[in-house]
């Protein structure tokens, strides 16, 4: 490689890895916990679930609870299990009839539990682990904002992982072999992002790709909808598969008595290993009613098996179907495919860890990418304003991203103490005690205190969630266990693991730090 070309691919990762450094950061480590997203929710509510997409509820049952407090007749309904927990996502579309009661002229949407059949808004269910699984693409900031910065912050990850792989090609094989601790303070930071970089490359190529098209693919799209759908957004929606056909009502009721439980019953006979995670009743109670079921197989099944299938109501027979072992389009397999490596709930609970494990270990390539900066500009030719302003940012960076660590763990402990925990109480418990801790870190100057500081007190508060879980609720790490509650335990031993960890390096830092003194 020429030096010109090497010069310019080594700038291009450094500025891309720099500018968006603070974000990544917030990203993969929100997004590692994400990977749990389901468990802390059940966890937080001290509910407990089959690990499965699968409606395993009386749907009718959640369908005549919804009938008594909704006027439904003529209507659209869905049922749709967005997540693993014991709520159910409701959506009731306006009513067609123009002629109509005034209340079913606009749409609804709810969750219903589906044990005890109590409604709540988006509000009144929110939690800590949505919160997390929201904040790794920056949904608190006004849409579509929040998206959009994810989204290309996401895109220019993808331009330095591409750069800083054409930038260590020739010496990739034989750094990776290279540690060298003892070394001075560049070669340390230079080996260790090399060497992890490399470990966690598949695993961060992945979600930059996925994360950008998840993110920005409407920017994305925008063109091709202009230009080869003449800008008709409905067709080009359908054709991607996320469209629903059209059945009008002929508004006279339907006499027979319809159990959606039954056709779910015959499709899951139908096709075995058949998960069904969305019920969508067209024109409910209309002569003109049909049910659709959509799901996928079994994961242990097929990786890419989405299928669905319409029922008439009035008549039970099938009207249309897609068979999810034999029909697959180009484009939901893709669809579906990037979903799916995204939220890497096909491989059970050892891929999710080892998920949440690479994303610690790209926030730890993060941070030594940042120290390889500020190490190398720290230097006795570069002017002592500028050296001091380069340590100034580093220290603010470095204020920012640590401090999630023990702000996560103690809002782990918060939501179990004020339970339930509202929206608001999660957003102003993290967000300001987020700005607190980066405060405190930001007036010390001191990238060792800040290091430290957030290691120990992160270990802390993780040892203390599954001490406070006990305590709250009495689902210590053994009761749990015994009775099955099983997302409380794999919580609980999460934060465990974690704090453990935190103290062994800590511990480690520190025996460092009194040898370098001696020395």
């Not at 949407?109 to 929110?126: A, G, P, R």
């Amino acid at each position: 490689m020429k030096n010109r070309t090497y010069n310019i691919l080594f700038h291009t990762h450094t500025v891309s890895g720099i500018v968006i450094s603070v974000a990544l950061y917030v990203i993969f480590f929100a997004g590692s916990f994400s990977f749990f997203r389901d468990e802390i929710v059940n966890w937080e509510r001290n509910q407990t679930v089959e690990i499965t997409d699968d409606m395993q509820f009386n749907v009718d049952a959640v369908l005549d609870t919804i009938t008594k407090t909704h006027n439904l007749y003529g209507r659209d309904i869905e049922l749709k299990k967005y997540f693993r927990e014991q709520q159910v996502g409701v959506s009731i579309a306006a009513s067609k009839d123009s002629l109509a009661p005034e209340e079913t002229k606009s749409a609804q949407f709810f969750y219903i539990d589906t044990k005890n059949f109590k409604e709540n808004t988006y509000l009144e269910s929110y939690s800590l682990g949505e919160f997390l699984y929201r904040l790794h693409f920056f949904a608190q900031i006004p849409y579509p904002m929040g998206y959009y910065l994810s989204g290309f912050v996401a895109l220019f990850f993808l331009f330095a992982i591409i750069t800083g792989v054409l930038v260590h090609w020739k010496k990739i094989v034989s750094n990776f072999y290279v540690f060298r601790p003892l070394e001075k303070l560049k070669t340390m930071w230079t080996d260790a992002h090399t060497t992890l970089g490399m470990l966690g490359l598949p695993f961060q190529f992945v979600y930059a790709v996925t994360g950008a098209f998840f993110m920005i693919k409407l920017l994305l799209v925008a063109p091709n909808v202009l230009i080869m759908y003449d800008g008709d957004q409905a067709k080009f929606y359908e054709d991607l598969g996320y469209a629903h056909p059209n059945y009008q009502p002929v508004y006279k009721k339907l006499v027979a008595d319809v159990s959606v439980a039954n056709y779910m019953e015959q499709t899951q006979k139908k096709w075995k290993d058949f998960e069904i995670f969305e019920v969508h009743i067209f024109n409910y109670g209309d002569e003109n009613m049909h049910v659709l079921l959509n799901g996928h197989l079994a994961y242990t099944a097929s990786f890419n098996g989405m299928g669905e299938v319409i029922y008439k109501a009035k008549t039970g027979e099938i009207v249309s179907e897609k068979n999810p072992i034999t029909e697959q389009s180009y484009v939901e397999a893709v669809k579906n495919i990037l979903y799916r490596i995204h939220y890497g709930d096909y491989g059970g609970l050892a891929l999710k860890l080892l998920s949440m494990l690479l994303g610690f270990v790209t926030c730890f390539v993060i941070i030594s990418g940042v120290m390889i900066w500020l190490v190398a500009r720290d230097k006795k030719n570069i002017p002592e304003k500028k050296r001091r302003f380069n340590e100034r940012v580093v220290q603010i960076y470095l204020a920012i991203c640590l401090s999630m660590f023990p702000i996560t763990a103690l809002s782990f402990i918060a939501v179990k103490l004020v339970e339930p925990a509202s929206q608001s109480f999660i957003y102003n418990f993290y967000f300001i005690g987020w700005l607190a801790l980066t405060l405190v870190f930001v007036f010390k100057k001191d990238n060792a205190f800040t290091n430290k500081t957030s290691l120990l007190l992160g270990s802390l508060f993780g040892l203390l969630v599954p001490v406070c879980n006990g305590v709250v609720t009495g689902n210590w790490l053994w009761v749990s266990i015994k009775n099955g509650y099983t997302q409380s335990f794999i919580v609980d031993v999460m934060w465990l693991l974690i704090a453990i960890f935190g103290f062994l390096v800590f511990y480690k830092m520190n025996k460092n730090a009194k040898k370098q003194k001696r020395n």
